[in-house]
């Protein structure tokens, strides 16, 4: 069975502050790993789609990475508007259907 | 484009009652599909369909019955509602394509709770 961790459940940031969420995976051949963004209310928006380990992603102030275990959401010099909840899913070969991770609510504080 | 559409925002029933959740898409896409999300858990899916007059189960169906009469729309329908349904309710859509290269476009969600 598929799994996804993610850690920490909640973090919260000055303005400014780096920093990385994790996304740990267990899934028997990862055809792909997808970021979303979700803001209160709202539905998951797309990020990044990342295939092999080694792959980077970039937007803005986003950089996500991707080894054989695991993935970073890289949050460089964050704003007040980057405050949501990041999900994390993972797309098995041979499956159409996405397993989520419960997501990490990440507060930035002006 | 408004992307995909999800009516009611909020909805309160009884147990016992029935509803039907809306979900219209105007992005052409075949794909569409029911999430559900609770507190603790990832986004579990309920049904899919890969186009119309196709449905099929996800992994969480019980108590919820879909049909794709349009590429459009996908209605949600819950037959007799248990306070196990309290939850959002999330309809999402993809293009042409593999799962993995393209990404899920979802709406903005129906508030359910069952009292």
């Known amino acids: 069975e598929d799994q996804v961790t993610q850690s920490p459940e909640a973090l919260r940031l000055q303005e400014g502050e780096s920093s990385s969420l994790n996304c740990s995976y267990t899934v028997s051949g990862l055809r792909g790993l997808f970021w979303y963004r979700q803001d209160p209310g709202k539905g998951p928006e797309f990020l990044f789609t990342?295939?092999?380990a080694g792959e980077e992603k970039e937007k803005e102030r986003l950089k996500a990475t991707l080894t054989k275990k695991e993935s970073f959401l890289h949050i460089t010099a964050p704003k007040p508007e980057d405050s949501a909840t990041y999900l994390c899913?993972?797309?098995?070969?041979?499956?159409?259907?996405?397993?989520f991770g419960t997501g990490t609510r990440l507060t930035i504080i002006p | 484009n408004a992307g995909v559409t999800q009516t009611p925002k909020f909805q309160v029933l009884k147990t016992g009652q029935s509803m039907t959740l809306q979900c219209a898409q105007d992005?052409?896409?075949?794909?569409m599909s029911w999430y559900r999300q609770d507190p603790g858990m990832g986004l579990r899916l309920i049904h899919y369909s890969v186009g119309a007059g196709i449905t099929d189960q996800g992994e969480v169906p019980n108590g919820y019955n879909v049909s794709r009469s349009t590429t459009e729309d996908f209605p949600l329908r819950l037959l007799s509602a248990a306070p196990s349904q309290t939850s959002v309710y999330f309809c999402?859509?993809?293009?042409?394509?593999?799962?993995?290269?393209?990404?899920?476009?979802f709406g903005n969600g129906t508030r359910l709770t069952v009292t």
């Open positions: 992005m052409n896409h075949e794909y």
């Open positions: 999402a859509s993809r293009g042409k394509g593999p799962a993995y290269n393209s990404p899920l476009h």
């Open positions: 990342l295939y092999s």
């Open positions: 899913a993972v797309l098995r070969f041979g499956n159409e259907k996405l397993t």
